[in-house]
């Protein structure tokens, strides 16, 4: 049996029956990044040594009699998402050798449930990309087709699941950036509602706008890892106390009457075909399924990428502020005036994208220009939640592409930024309103490269959206079909 | 009288006494090691959030009651971008656009007028850490530990009209912070500061001058002589057909002058917006009227209640309520022993010239004051029963401020009990005209003004114990026969 292939739910059922052990299942995916990773480029740290003592307290957990769905499961955790003695660097030189003084929300829930951390997935730098080859190391190679990019920026995360590197891992989606990797990398990835899931231990990109998302092969695998992160964090204002329903339990009930919105804005031209074919043909499969499905109207969805690029470059612009070489992570100019050790530090602790983003949202906050941009991208922003409002009126979930395309070849799109921001453009909306939406897979191009499905739902509401996609994964075999060797 | 007018208007940065620090657990302590009271959340390491501490609010509220502000349902947390390196996340979060309190007045009294000025807003925010620059100038360092500590900053409408109006301003808005508990008013360790922004017009017209900004000024003392020379040298400029600039200014107290800090025309662009890790903050009306009931007497009415139960003059109630720890003293030392007045002057006088001596004028509590209330009150007990003599206790109050012993203790240990017998005395003055015949005679023949020394030396003789009265009345009667 190869231990490696095995989702989370598999795993989780040998580990009850004890067939295997958890130092059995994660002396096997590290050995399997050991094996691929160095074409894919998944990690930017594997944590060899923490995850087989993780392991063996697991197995002493388990031995004690203690149950659990992710006790002994090997995860990956993003690189922006902290780690405690585990060097966490947001894809970034400028924390390259910054070791996480404390656990993020997220990371101590994931390791009280016993789950078991193989390492840091590569991504973007800070979040910010569409295609992980924004990272400050290395560029993360899509599993299926190691020419092309993994989708970003959790395209580490993304491709450690294909690639069968461990059973689950989080990633952070501020506009996108579980879904669209999650897509192109054929696996399941969920972006909960705005609020579900503590930012604390986060690095920030947009704070508005970020949430951490689960991702895994299969629709339970993310319904597993959701429950075990998601509710109320006294130490994240923003996140809500409100109760997490057992996702699991309720993934099986009957879509029978479902209410399924198609917007029509999400049908453009410019579309790759096979993405277009795939995802009618999948509306079908849950029409069979006993949806009722109808077109709805998202009008102010041409916005959206405008929107999205001022506001999370205006929050970014001042969340970044922190790294300025003083307490941590790099410094350069040390024996320089304080003005000229800001700028040698920023200018080489960051890369291309994160400047340009800096750039632009300094931009946009500055006298002057406030009104005319970051007010203004609030009120579209208001009108684009509202458009969701009056959707979800009568429709249970909302069903679009995940991503324009499948994924591009390294390469292809770095050299034009605005052609590399469309490819969130069925993503960003959801952020900006501050929903759930989940990718999964739904068919193949005729390059053999995965098709995402996004299915979408209102706040705080995950359950249906997993239900919506549990009937149809069960339905359909695409999750079954892995990278071959 | 001078052919310009001043306008004044101030700005007051008041550290909060809340335990915790604004939006985190750290302790707001102050005097800790550097760098000891500090989290991942207050030095802004990587993915760490701020969570707001309730208790700023509930200060922030108190604070709008007692100055009379309108206290809004719906404030809203900003941040304020800039790069220092105090200032670890590289924005402080502030009110900007929706702050918590809004047009508020306080009535001051200047020379015996009373004035209103009227306030802009209060609104919450919090201090930034502390530069520490190394001796050889070759390092900086940063201690963090003020930095996430409350603050509220409260902002006047420009109608302050003098240094002694602003001065009378200042002292009444302390006042007010200390009765509410919520700042200790200590201006020299910095948790009570004040930037002045001063402008001059030709009397008459009513377009606002180019203004200055000053900064750094730890005493009222500085704060007047910052905007007296403030005002002197821009009517200087003026009247020499100069033109002002708007700048910020730094009072430097040991050459008292103002000098440029930085030109304003080169802005700072704070980059103010919504801060999206805070939720916006919802006030009820329930939670004000709650701290409504809750508000101590205030200054004013103190100050009235004051004149009308002890009879006091307005003058020495204004001194006396002044300060929460002074009327606290007061009060509780005319309850040991009911002479209001006499009480007023040893408070007024002696005591405040010993407290100020030893710089213990900062702090809201009198515990360690040296000379407990119902101690000051026994001594002056002494000094009612005839005991001792008025002299005499003045030197009693310095050794109780020294020794911490009694009145009672230190009468009796030094023998200064007031003689009041008449025996004794009448000896020591018949001592006194044997050993001055000439003297006496020269007295005897209309030199009246030689009374004085015949008294002295009789008290000299009896070691100042002698009843002043008695010696008097006895002299007067031996040398008068
Ligand atoms: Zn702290």
């Known amino acids: 049996m190869d231990l490696t292939r095995l989702t989370i739910e598999e795993a989780a059922a040998l580990l009850a029956k004890k067939e295997i052990s958890s130092v059995e299942l994660t002396g096997a995916a590290v050995e399997r990044i050991r094996a691929t990773d160095t074409e894919i480029h998944s990690f930017l740290t594997v944590t060899e040594d923490v995850a087989l003592a993780q392991a063996q307290a697991a197995d002493a957990r388990r031995a004690r009699g203690e149950t659990g769905p992710l006790l002994g499961v090997p995860v990956g955790i993003k690189d922006v998402i ?24 997220v990371t101590r829930k994931l390791l009280d449930a016993g789950a078991v951390c193989v390492g840091k997935t590569n991504c973007d730098e800070f979040a910010m990309g569409s295609s992980t080859e924004n990272s400050g190391f290395v560029v993360t190679r899509n599993p299926w087709d190691r020419s092309r990019v993994p989708g970003g920026s959790s395209g580490g995360s993304a491709a450690a699941i294909a690639a069968a590197q461990c059973q689950g891992t989080l990633g952070t989606d501020t506009g996108g950036s579980v879904r669209q990797p999650a897509a192109c990398c054929g696996i399941v990835g969920m972006k909960p509602t705005y609020g579900r899931v503590s930012r604390y231990g986060v690095v920030a990109y947009a704070s508005s706008l970020d949430q951490v998302g689960p991702m895994a092969r299969t629709v339970t695998g993310c319904a597993h890892l959701l429950a075990a992160i998601a509710g109320h964090d006294p130490h994240d204002s923003t996140s809500v106390p409100r109760p997490v329903p057992d996702y699991v339990s309720l993934l099986a009930g009957s879509i029978k009457g479902l209410r399924v919105g198609i917007p029509r804005e999400y049908f453009v031209e410019g579309m790759q075909a096979d993405v277009d074919q795939a995802v009618r043909s999948a509306v079908r499969v849950l029409e069979r399924l006993g949806a009722q499905v109808s077109e709805v109207s998202l009008p102010h969805t041409e916005y959206a990428v405008p929107t999205y690029y001022l506001i999370a470059t205006a929050e970014a612009s001042s969340n970044l502020a922190r790294y300025d070489g003083i307490r941590y992570g790099l410094r350069l100019g040390e024996q320089e ?4 050790m800001y700028q040698r530090t920023r200018a080489g602790g960051f890369g291309t994208e994160v400047k340009r983003r800096i750039m632009l949202g300094t931009y946009a906050l500055s006298a002057g220009y406030y009104d005319a941009y970051y007010l203004k991208a609030q009120k579209v922003r208001t009108l684009i939640r509202r458009d969701f409002e009056q959707v979800f009126s009568t429709q249970d979930v909302i069903v679009t592409p995940t991503a ?28 900006l309103a501050g929903l759930p939406g989940l990718s999964l897979p739904c068919g193949f191009d005729r390059n053999g490269l995965p ?35 | 009288m001078s052919s310009y007018e001043t306008i004044i208007g101030l700005e007051v940065h008041a550290e909060l006494l809340t335990q915790s620090k604004v939006f985190c657990a750290c302790s707001t302590q102050f005097g800790a090691p550097p760098n000891q009271n500090t989290c991942p959340v207050c030095l802004a390491m990587p993915g760490a959030l701020p969570v707001l501490n309730r208790r700023v609010v509930e200060f922030g509220i108190r604070a709008g009651l007692a100055a009379n502000c309108q206290i809004a349902s719906h404030s809203r947390w900003a941040r304020k971008n800039y790069f220092y390196p105090d200032l670890p996340k590289g924005y402080q979060i502030s009110q900007y656009e929706l702050p918590l309190c809004l047009n508020g007045f306080i009535d001051i009294e200047d020379n015996g007028e009373s004035k209103r000025v009227r306030l802009t807003r209060i609104h919450m925010e919090e201090d930034t850490g502390k530069n520490i620059h190394d001796a050889h100038g070759d390092a900086s360092l940063v201690d963090f530990n003020r930095c996430g500590v409350p603050l509220l900053e409260i902002v006047s409408e420009p109608e302050i009209r003098s240094p002694q109006e602003a001065s009378a301003y200042l002292r009444k808005l302390r006042a007010i912070l200390q009765y509410l508990e919520i700042c200790d008013g200590n201006m020299e360790e910095g948790s009570f500061r004040c930037d002045a922004n001063v402008s001059i017009r030709p009397r008459g017209s009513t377009p606002l001058g180019t203004k200055v900004e000053i900064k750094n000024m730890n005493s009222f003392r500085a704060v007047e002589r910052a905007i007296e020379y403030e005002i002197k040298r821009q009517t200087e400029v003026l009247g020499g057909g100069g033109r002002l600039v708007q700048e910020t200014r730094l009072w430097d107290p040991d050459r008292e002058l103002t000098r440029s800090m930085r030109s304003k025309e080169s802005a700072d662009d704070y980059r103010y917006f919504p801060e999206p890790d805070l939720l916006p903050l919802l006030v009820s009306d329930a939670w004000i009227e709650e701290v409504r009931r809750h508000l101590p007497e205030l200054p004013d009415a103190r100050r009235q209640r004051v004149v009308r139960e002890y009879g006091l003059p307005e003058y020495d109630a204004l001194v006396l309520t002044l300060r929460k720890d002074v009327a606290d003293y ?25 407290i100020r001596e030893r710089k213990l004028d900062n702090a809201l509590v009198i515990h360690d004051w040296p000379v407990p209330p119902e101690r000051l009150a026994a001594m002056v007990e002494l000094i009612d029963s005839g005991e001792i003599s008025g002299k005499i206790a003045k030197a009693v109050f310095d050794e109780m401020v020294n020794t911490g012993k009694t009145a009672v203790q230190i009468v009796a240990e030094q023998g200064l009990t007031q003689i009041s017998d008449e025996g004794p005395i009448l000896n020591a003055i018949d001592s006194v005209i044997a050993a001055h015949a000439d003297k006496v005679a020269q007295y005897r023949s209309g030199k009246d003004k030689l009374f004085g020394f015949f008294v002295g030396q009789v008290m000299k003789a009896t070691q100042g114990k002698a009843n002043p009265q008695k010696v008097n009345d006895l002299l007067r009667e031996k040398l008068d026969r």
């Open chain 1, 82 to 105: 902290l780690t405690k003695g585990i060097r966490t660097t947001a894809g970034s030189k400028i924390l390259e050798h910054f070791v996480a003084p404390y656990d993020a929300t």
């Open chain 1, 337 to 340: 005036a304080l003005l000229k």
């Open chain 2, 330 to 354: 007061y009060e509780a030392a005319v309850r040991q022993y009911r002479n209001p007045k006499a009480l007023s002057n040893w408070v007024m006088g002696d005591l405040l010239r010993i």
């Open chain 1, 451 to 485: 098709i995402g499905l996004q299915v979408v739902g209102r706040p705080f509401e995950e359950e249906k959206v997993f239900q919506a996609a549990y009937a149809y994964e069960q339905a359909t075999e695409w999750h079954e079909k892995t990278v071959d060797e």
């Open chain 1, 404 to 431: 324009p395309t499948t994924a591009f070849r390294i390469g292809e799109k770095t050299s034009d930024p605005l052609q590399m921001y469309l490819s969130d453009i069925f993503t960003i909306s959801i952020n």
